[in-house]
């Protein structure tokens, strides 16, 4: 009688969804469709079958495009080579983006020149690289009284580093540790 198709996947297989959408072939099972040709000129409202026997003389698959349009528009190409185009394209895209990492820094605000300038270089490399910085001191025991030397430490990073780097969050108190966030400048 009536056979049903469910098709269950998860968000890591939200490529299957996209695929199902796309009939090939015998899979197309509407009366008329609009056909265009595979170099993109219109060949009209046709039979299924008669497109689809188009497509075989030609040695090419008939995909339909626009399964909601009335008739459904079905393009006459070589769907393999399509696919692995688009399977390239997405590719090139992932490469070509920056995911933005947080890096962290933590420090004691009794920190040494030296060891201070070392820091302030780590910032500027990660700063570089597009990533934002998370700095956080550590406040132990009663140094929770100074921790106005930590926000000044802080800011004193901050400082040092304004050519570079935007304070996208301020020295703020949180628990035992003050913390401040960096990231790049848009402009930079």
């Known amino acids: 009688m009536f056979k049903h198709l469910f098709v269950y996947f998860n968000k ?5 969804s996209k695929e199902v959408a796309a009939l090939i072939n015998d899979q197309i099972r509407v009366k008329d ?14 039979l299924t079958k008669d497109a689809l026997a188009l497509a075989r003389e030609k040695d090419l698959d008939l995909v339909m495009v626009s399964p909601s349009a009335v008739p459904p528009v079905c393009r006459i190409m070589d769907y393999g080579r399509h696919k692995y185009e688009q399977e390239k394209k997405t590719k090139e895209a992932k ?4 995911v933005t990492d947080i890096k962290e820094l933590t420090l004691n605000y009794k920190i040494g020149e030296h060891d201070f300038q070392v820091r302030v270089k780590s910032i500027e490399k990660f700063i570089d690289n597009g990533d934002k910085v998370k700095m956080s001191v550590k406040l132990r025991g009663r140094e929770e009284q100074h921790s106005n ?3 000044n430490l802080l800011n004193r990073f901050a400082k040092s580093t304004e050519e570079i780097a935007l304070v996208e969050r301020a020295p703020k108190m949180e628990g ?4 401040m966030i960096l990231g790049p400048k848009k402009g930079g």
Do not use: T
């Open 12 to 16: 890591e297989d939200s490529d299957i």
């Open 33 to 46: 469709v609009r056909v265009i040709a595979a170099d993109s000129s219109q060949l009209g409202i046709m």
């Open 95 to 98: 490469k070509k983006q920056h």
């Open 149 to 151: 030397l930590a926000v």
């Open 176 to 179: 035992r540790q003050v913390i």
